[in-house]
């Protein structure tokens, strides 16, 4: 073997021991469980992370962690970055708009929860949503995400003015019943979303990896998450989904990813099958 190879081969062992021993100092440290994450997407997260913090290996990146409770929300910035837009797949949106809120309509009240809801642009985009459908007066939603930083921003509800052009043509083509315009106005060099649209919002960190079932809900929206999760874990987060929803009740997954492998597939039925959106079985 080529010596160039060989040493580049150890290099990647080397890399990866690190790796595992960076996550496992995390979930001990900090209780933040990142280890049945995809490993090629947390790799690409952690080089990212190890490059911008300026380490020179992950070791040390390992080592600034363990002695420096500062290094945490950057580091979870990276591994938990999402990029979301409102109103994304305005097609899911027109699905919920027209076939799911006609049966939570049935309910007299409704409890949603938007797991791993990042920056919060999927959760006003169900709560838009829910307002023109009248029902958010009857809605509690829960945001849910495992990063401090992502429920500020999230809760602070301010967008760069250059995202509000794709936001208000997907809010359109979604089903809007009014201008996207009416729910925000601009200052801060953004564009700031009322806060009376986070009247009936309950921010929350929580963990998909390790908490428990969260509160009994008629909606679950989780898109791409999931994606970023291996196997085991994805079968985690399912059933937690199924025990968390009301019998009857909806959980909507994003346009790449589907139930089709998972152990706890059998307690769900297709609803709007090209949208993802599923329901929970009564049996």
């Not at 936001?167 to 359109?172: A, L």
Request: proline letters at 2%; hydrophobic letters at 40%.
């Amino acid at each position: 073997m080529d010596a160039a190879l060989r040493d580049a081969g150890l290099s990647d062992v080397i890399e990866d021991i690190e790796i595992r021993l960076l996550l496992e100092a995390l979930n001990l440290r900090y209780h933040y469980d990142f280890r049945n994450y995809a490993q090629a997407s947390i790799r690409r997260r952690l080089k990212q992370a190890r490059q911008r913090l300026g380490m020179p290996t992950f070791s040390a990146l390992q080592e600034a962690l363990l002695h420096d409770k500062a290094m945490l929300p950057q580091l979870l910035g990276y591994l938990t970055v999402q990029v979301s837009e409102m109103f994304r797949d305005p097609s899911y949106f027109r699905a919920i708009r027209e076939k799911v809120v006609p049966v939570l309509r049935t309910y007299p009240s409704l409890r949603i929860w938007i797991a791993g809801c990042s920056g919060g642009e999927e959760l006003y985009s169900l709560v838009i949503l829910f307002r023109e459908e009248g029902l958010e007066e009857r809605t509690i939603f829960y945001a849910t995400d495992i990063s401090q930083e992502a429920l500020e921003t999230a809760s602070r509800g301010i967008y760069a003015l250059d995202r509000i052009k794709g936001f208000t043509e997907n809010h359109r083509l979604s089903g809007g019943k009014s201008s996207l315009s009416d729910y925000y106005t601009t200052g801060y060099g953004g564009a700031v979303f009322d806060k009376s649209l986070r009247d009936r919002v309950v921010f929350s960190d929580h963990s998909l990896v390790t908490d428990a079932v969260f509160a009994e809900m008629q909606l679950i929206s989780c898109r791409n998450v999931l994606i970023y999760f291996n196997r085991e874990l994805q079968n985690r987060a399912i059933g937690l989904f199924r025990d968390s929803l009301v019998r009857g009740g909806f959980l909507g997954l994003g346009s790449k990813e589907n139930l089709r492998f998972s152990a706890h597939a059998d307690g769900f039925a297709n609803f709007v099958r090209d949208e993802k959106i599923y329901q929970r079985r009564e049996g």
